[in-house]
């Protein structure tokens, strides 16, 4: 009885052991799993700001535009092709 008891025994912590590798192999996947997630949200952070700082640029120049502008206005042709004239 007693060989049949620790056979039992020797069973049952294989699969213990089993068990335990495996929770270990998808602790280890799931870590991979986070470090991947980590490294794809900064990168759509960098892009994100990559882009409100383009977005940021275009605006500088559209304004930077409009005021140039302002600063002429057209002259009507008297002969020839209208022309810009700088107000100041």
Partial sequence: ???ASSAGWV???REAVAAIGQAGRQANE???VLRDSA???QSVQAS???VHA???LATQAAAHQAQGAQAYEWIPARAGMP???RVI
Wanted: glycine share 24%; proline share 0%; charged share 20%.
């Fill in 1 to 3: 009885m007693c060989g």
């Fill in 11 to 13: 069973v049952g912590g």
């Fill in 30 to 32: 799931g870590l991979v």
């Fill in 39 to 41: 490294r794809l949200q």
């Fill in 48 to 50: 994100v700001e990559q």
């Fill in 54 to 56: 383009a977005i940021g």
């Fill in 83 to 85: 022309r810009l004239r």
